[in-house]
Nanobody, 131 residues
């Protein structure tokens, strides 16, 4: 079975930090683009961050300078380090991967980073930030 398993998250105070992890099974994750999406209650899904197969990084403006996405090839996974958390970061967070080498890059006049581009998804992890 090909799957992604997420861990981390939970409750943090505004200004605090959390680290989310995503581990892949039945495939080698370092050959995949990896992304984090989030969806807050009543809000549209938002692409938070992604890393391409060639390790190009992208961050949404809403998290830039506060979140860091990194690969962990030893553990066949990735981490999303979230610092300086804000109440508006409260959401369900999902990791997603796909082997398309154009993801998280500018390709053919478009930046490829949408939910439909990713073929495998983690189960989701709740992040709640209190004031």
């Amino acid at each position: 079975q090909v799957k992604l398993v997420q861990s981390g998250g939970g409750l943090a105070q505004s200004g605090g930090s959390l680290r989310l992890s995503c581990v892949g099974f039945e495939f080698t994750l370092n050959y995949y683009a990896i992304a984090w999406f989030r969806q807050a209650p009543g809000k549209e899904p938002e692409g938070v961050s992604c890393i391409s197969v060639s390790d190009k990084l992208y961050y949404a403006d809403s998290v830039k300078g506060r979140f860091t996405l990194s690969r962990d090839n030893v553990k066949n996974g990735a981490h999303l380090q979230m610092d300086s958390l804000k109440v508006e970061d409260t959401a369900m967070y999902y990791c997603a991967v796909d082997g398309n080498p154009h993801l998280c890059t500018e390709y053919n006049g478009a930046f490829y980073f949408t939910r439909s581009d990713f073929g495998s998804w983690g189960q989701g992890t709740q992040v709640t930030v209190s004031p």
